[in-house]
């Protein structure tokens, strides 16, 4: 599985963006997807999962209200919407692919990570 993360950049607090990770190398279908981030000096976070057909998602509190994730699986693309940034959420943000039956927030239960796009909120 390949997975190729965007939509990154540079916004003003209050703003929003919307970052994809399309996916290539099986059906897309097979597996739930999530999004962790990564500030400078701090520990991959989990910010938001996805399952399979995209009927249960979860989220951090952090980022709860703010953010949501949907996917397209005709696409094989998974989103993140992140409306009302804040400069806490500047990080890296990758996008993961988790072949087991469970919507993760756990990192490690990941199978196949995208390359990371950078957010970066001004405020």
Same mark, same amino acid.
């Given at each position: ?6 939509? @990154?950049?540079?916004? #003003? %607090?209050? /703003?929003?963006? $919307?970052?994809?990770? *399309? &996916?290539?190398? +099986?059906t897309?279908? !097979?597996?739930?997807? @999530?999004?962790f981030? #990564? %500030?400078? /000096?701090?520990? $991959?976070?989990?910010? *938001? &999962?996805?399952? +399979?057909?995209?009927? !249960? ?10 953010f ?5 699986? *005709? ?23 988790d ?25």
């Amino acid at each position: 599985v390949q997975l190729q993360a965007s939509g @990154g950049g540079l916004v #003003q %607090a209050g /703003g929003s963006l $919307r970052l994809s990770c *399309a &996916a290539s190398g +099986r059906t897309f279908s !097979s597996y739930a997807m @999530g999004w962790f981030r #990564q %500030a400078p /000096g701090m520990e $991959r976070e989990f910010v *938001a &999962a996805i399952s +399979r057909g995209g009927g !249960s998602s979860r989220y951090a509190d952090s980022v709860k209200g703010r953010f949501t994730i949907s996917r397209d699986n *005709a696409k094989n693309t998974v989103y993140l919407r992140m409306n009302n940034l804040k400069p806490e959420d500047t990080a890296v943000y990758y996008c993961g692919a988790d072949l087991g039956y469970t919507v993760s927030t756990h990192q490690y239960e990941y199978d196949y990570w995208g390359q990371g796009t950078q957010v970066t909120v001004s405020s």
